[in-house]
């Protein structure tokens, strides 16, 4: 068997395994819908036993082919693996009142998409680069949304006692004003709360601002920092092929 | 007759076909009002009858002038010319009632406008650029809001059974939220909704405001590698003109 | 007399129209609240009396100075000093119910500013370096808003006859869609609309984060050309004072 | 003792403080909500007396150990120290009445946190760096704002003589509208006032992207400079730990 042709099945076997995993989070998805037909449910329990299965092989061929085995079980990969297929077996021997809160371990799965995912891996370290800068960003956040709150606090509780009528009302309030989401269910409606509002959106859309600034240069950065590895794309582009291959080249040695 | 003047005159004929293009747009979006009189009805046909006319005349004279007409039917602006005439020419044959679908189709005629566009296609080119990224922040996104959908349908499905029903009712209220656009027609109204909703919009934030960078960082690259090309302004003003000067060219010598 | 007391005290001119300009608006503003007593609208009426006769000296004071008077009176700046003080005239002689029209002309006071702002004029700077790249954007923003307008219209025309009726309705959601604005006077509601709302945002919020890039990018450099100048601070600065200085240098040689 | 072990407990200490400010503001937030049980309005107020006690210690401990103690009472961060103790004292003395705005200036503790964080201190570089380009924004969407409320005035006072009465009460439409917060409490309904809101978001939206590139990029700078410091990490990171210990050195030579 030529290399080439192993390593092009291998990368189909890949593609395979994520699409499942999309698969398996619509089905999570359906499964969520009100009057769902009893024809329906059955379906999607049988297709999630279906992924389930092939989860499980997945799993316990990698756990195979691992040249060290307890060392696989307790990687960060190795225990996404298991969260994505463990649900399902403690979910039989419990009541079936609990399945609903089981079934959210499910999303797990999307962890695993991060295995085969070389963009999210480059968010990972934008993020490692500006960690410092994020930190400092989300203390000035928190503070200007806490400051927010007391103050439409002091103009506005005694207008609208039901809205605002604890800094923690507020606090709602002021997470909905300052990310510009504004809903409308909350809203200040004397003249000073209003003022108040102004002044804080003037200052806030400032601060707000800068996440931008902060994680696209991180982004660059470290695109450039890929650029000055030795084998950049490479490396990154192998995750079970080269995985495999390794494991067979140590078996067969 | 001098090249000056013939140039001149053919630069004036682009021009006209783009006001043409865009009145046709216009007379597109009247003839969706509704209680439009008899009167004006009919002079908005007339004037779709002259824009396909003068479209096909168009499209004909520049196969004729093209030096290889079989490569021009099947090239990328030549599809968009013919899809522009060609919906009007099949509704004749077709019954009334399904009119309203093939109308939508002469919207391709805004297509048109990218042939004589130099600015779109600079943004194709810093589309291209920035590919990678952008499927990062693609898929990113598509996460969070996803995260976001199931999250909010674990907090509020319960209080609010109509808006929360389903991860489908709740992924609108995910985009509506992340996006800050915030219609108010789906809000949380319990504590977990909330502060699931603050805690999301932190992180969403952050991911909303990559594609700022990216875009306005690929543009800037995009006019740098314009600016190397030897002769970047002229090659790109020529569309119409040049095309027709130099079949002429062609065809006379 | 000195020159710098004689400067410093042109300067404090200066300041001291600048201040009426804004006191002028704030009067503007306030004889528009509804049930004003009739002490406070004379008192606003004999305000405006006075400031027009303060701009009606200073206007032709520098007349008087400018050493070339047909020229300063068709400069830009002659020309907005005109407008501040015109409206006032004009409207002695007019019927009293078109007065309301006639005070809209006074917002042309805040062109007076211009005169002294220094900031407005860097700002005009980085619009001109910018001027393709905002085309660019706005043609692309214009074509997003108007193909998301035809694309609520099909699927929202029929479930929501009287808020999409037609097209031109539909441009108003997708103003108030695409600047994430969101009042939620008008929404999607059927499932087509919806996902259509979240394709177009996907795509609308990429095109709006590109002025952001432009326009700090073009303030940039608009910082790095004042700064290559010979002498950029001074230049700037001088605005009446030096052209009193100057006018009174050419009055006494 | 070793100087390590010490240096180790003054962190502690600092630790704590911080930990007990952040607290403080907790219990702060507590105290607002309504239907409080007299239990918990009791332990609220034995902690609010506690922290007080901390602070105060704190305070004389500092004013003890500084070798200029005139200097350390006037100086920033001494005021700030003595405004977080001072209300609570100040509130024994007065009616119970007042008490409500007395306790707005228990919010001053949140100043004590600048005292320790070095990321609020690289924020005010960043604003000192980008002093001019902020004044030049702020009056750019001022006037912006100001035109907003004028012409939608125009526009819909009208149709809509409660929400749009003034120029006054279209600020708050402008507000709202230009920061695309929208929480849908007034809009325009006239084809008017649509068509003027779609123009000045279009202009509006341009000017409330520079922030972001003005702050994002004085940030940068802010960092730049710390880096061409001789020290820079150790220096910032020094607060109460090296006040301590340069006053030590002071009183044992």
Request: hydrophobic letters at 50%.
């Amino acid at each position: 068997m030529k290399p080439d042709s192993q390593s092009n099945r291998l990368r189909a076997l890949e593609l395979g395994i994520q699409a499942l995993i999309i698969l398996s989070l619509v089905a999570f998805s359906l499964e969520t819908l009100p009057n769902l037909s009893p024809t329906m449910s059955r379906t999607l329990y049988f297709f999630e036993v279906f992924t389930v299965i092939i989860f499980s092989i997945e799993y316990f061929t990698r756990l195979w082919l691992s040249p060290h085995r307890l060392k696989f079980v307790f990687s960060f990969l190795g225990i996404i693996d298991l969260l994505a297929i463990l649900p399902f077996f403690l979910s039989i021997g419990l009541d079936l009142r609990s399945i609903r809160v089981v079934r959210l371990f499910r999303l797990t799965r999307l962890l695993k998409l991060a295995r085969y995912n070389k963009a999210i891996r480059r968010f990972h370290q934008a993020i490692l680069i500006a960690r410092e800068e994020i930190l400092l960003f989300v203390s000035a956040a928190t503070i200007l949304l806490y400051l927010g709150a007391v103050g439409i606090y002091y103009c506005e509780s005694e207008a609208q006692p039901e809205e605002f009528g604890s800094v923690f009302h507020c606090l709602w309030w002021s997470v909905v004003t300052l990310t510009t989401v504004g809903y409308g269910d909350v809203y200040p409606v004397t003249v000073g709360g209003r003022i108040f509002t102004a002044a804080l959106l003037f200052v806030g859309l400032g601060i707000v601002a800068v996440p931008t600034g902060i994680i696209s240069s991180a982004l660059v950065r470290a695109r450039e920092l890929e650029g000055q590895q030795p084998t950049p794309e490479n490396q990154e582009g192998e995750t079970f092929v080269s995985e495999v291959a390794r494991s067979e080249e140590t078996s067969s040695s």
